[in-house]
């Protein structure tokens, strides 16, 4: 008889077909195992973007109202749990912050280790300072703090998260 074999923990991400019907069948299976790398640089970059563009699970996103409208989102965090598990080793600095007289600007780079050396990608984030608001009838104009968070904080989250997409994070529907 032959000796049982050695099983490594796997994870299953689910793969939804975004192609024409008759593309699909050209398309992975639905359900593929993926082994995470175990070391920094043990993927290629078409790895690691072929793990990050799958659709994220709900439960990483959360949700916001903004202009009457319920958003869906992936906090900064939920993007570290990813990254942290498909591109150990990755790596974040912000480039600059520049301050206009209404907005702040953050510029990052996102780095990731591979077998092909490190690859990185450059985003920009953005968030208001103040609100402004002006009374159509009355013409008086009124400046409040930002509701949530601080500008800084937020553009950088923004940025990061916008150099994560840049690397297929997210940029498949969340299922």
């Not at 974040?92 to 092909?116: K, M, Y």
């Not at 104009?141 to 950088?156: F, L, Q």
Request: some cysteine; charged content about 20%; hydrophobic content about 40%.
């Amino acid at each position: 008889m032959n000796a049982p074999a050695q099983i490594k923990p796997k994870t299953i991400l689910a793969a939804v077909p975004t192609a024409a019907p008759q593309q699909i069948a050209q398309q992975p299976p639905i359900a593929e195992i993926i082994t995470p790398p175990s070391r920094p640089g043990e993927w290629t970059i078409a790895q690691i973007i072929t793990a990050l563009s799958r659709p994220l699970p709900k439960s990483i996103t959360a949700t916001r109202n903004q202009g009457g409208k319920q958003l869906t989102f992936v906090p900064w965090h939920s993007v570290n749990r990813v990254l942290d598990k498909y591109a150990i080793g990755w790596s974040w600095q912000v480039l600059s912050v520049t301050l206009s007289a209404d907005r702040v600007f953050v510029a990052g780079r996102l780095t990731i280790p591979t077998c092909d050396g490190d690859v990185s990608r450059d985003a920009i984030g953005t968030e208001e300072l103040k609100e402004v608001k002006t009374d159509l009838k009355t013409g008086e104009v009124t400046i409040k703090e930002r509701a949530y968070g601080d500008p800084s904080s937020n553009a950088e989250s923004m940025c990061f998260r916008r150099a994560a997409a840049r690397f297929g994070l997210g940029a498949v529907s969340i299922r």
